[in-house]
Nanobody, 124 residues
Framework: QVQLVESGGGLAQAGGSLRLSCAAS????????MGWFRQAPGKEREFVAA????????HYADSVKGRFTISRDNAKNTVYLQMNSLKPEDTAVYYC?????????????????WGQGTQVTVSS
C-alpha cells in the first residue's frame, strides 16, 4: 500500500507559477512510476505529466509541454510538478498517482494509488 498526499495548490494569476508536491509513504518510493492528473468540473480526469522510477524519463500532455515540469526526489519520497505560465484552463483538481511497475504511463488505469487531490485555480 502507498499513501499519497498532495500539497501546494491554491490561487494564481494567469502567467503565474505554482509548485505542487506529492509526499509518498508506505512502500519503496523508488519502485514506483509517478504521474500527475487533473480533473476540471464536468470533465474527465486527464493526464498531465509522468516520471519513471529514476526520474530519467518523463512525459507530458501537449497542453502543458514547455510550461510544466515533473521531477522526483527519491531520498525525500516526493514528486513535484512545477507549473509556470499558468492559464485559466489549467484550473482543476490535481491528483498525484503511483504505479508499481516504475515506468511512465499516461493512462489513469495504469495507476494503483491516488492522492486526495489539491485544487489549483488560475484567474484571468
Amino acid at each position: 500500500q502507498v499513501q499519497l498526499v498532495e500539497s501546494g495548490g491554491g490561487l494564481a494569476q494567469a502567467g503565474g507559477s505554482l509548485r505542487l508536491s506529492c509526499a509518498a509513504s508506505g512502500r519503496t518510493f523508488s519502485n514506483y512510476g509517478m504521474g500527475w492528473f487533473r480533473q476540471a468540473p464536468g470533465k474527465e480526469r486527464e493526464f498531465v505529466a509522468a516520471v519513471n522510477w529514476s526520474g530519467g524519463s518523463t512525459h507530458y500532455a501537449d497542453s502543458v509541454k514547455g510550461r510544466f515540469t515533473i521531477s522526483r526526489d527519491n531520498a525525500k519520497n516526493t514528486v513535484y510538478l512545477q507549473m509556470n505560465s499558468l492559464k485559466p484552463e489549467d484550473t482543476a483538481v490535481y491528483y498525484c498517482a503511483a504505479r508499481p511497475y516504475g515506468q511512465v504511463d499516461t493512462s489513469p488505469r495504469g495507476y494503483n494509488y491516488w492522492g486526495q487531490g489539491t485544487q489549483v485555480t488560475v484567474s484571468s
